[in-house]
């Protein structure tokens, strides 16, 4: 189900193309950098111009063979390389994945649980 992009370089990124259940959970989490003085005062600046990446908690219900293949996405790019995803009703972002969990339901009915975080790495 990955679809590919080529990157200038001969590098290849790859889109998440699988369809999450719908209630995950979104959060973000702003990284600040902070200067603190005397007498409790401080000073607090966003840290860089990508300073709110957003973090997903997403869970896919499928059958064994498209869990295999979601796996297999994911320990293709090893938590290190980011891949395209397009959350239902949200621009396409970069993310990496390097959490998940696999469930058995029942036979042939299996979950899997992942935990993406964006990323702004350049390349297209």
């Known amino acids: 189900m ?5 990157l200038s370089g001969g590098n290849v990124a790859e889109v998440f193309s699988w369809t ?3 209630g995950g959970a979104s959060s973000i989490r702003a990284r600040v950098k902070e200067a603190r003085f ?5 000073q607090r600046v966003p840290d860089g111009i990508n300073s709110m990446p957003r973090v997903r908690k997403l869970s896919f219900s499928v059958g064994q063979a498209e869990v295999d293949a979601i796996e297999a996405f994911l320990m293709r790019h090893a938590g290190a390389r980011w891949f395209w995803f397009t959350y239902p009703g949200a621009a396409r972002a970069k993310f990496r994945c390097s959490e998940w969990d696999r469930s058995y339901l029942a036979a042939g009915d299996e979950v899997v649980a992942v935990t993406f975080e964006q990323v702004f790495d350049s390349g297209e």
């Not at 005397?38 to 401080?42: K, T």
């Open 2 to 6: 990955a679809r590919f992009t080529i």
């Open 20 to 22: 999450p259940l719908f």
């Open 38 to 42: 005397g007498d409790g005062y401080g």
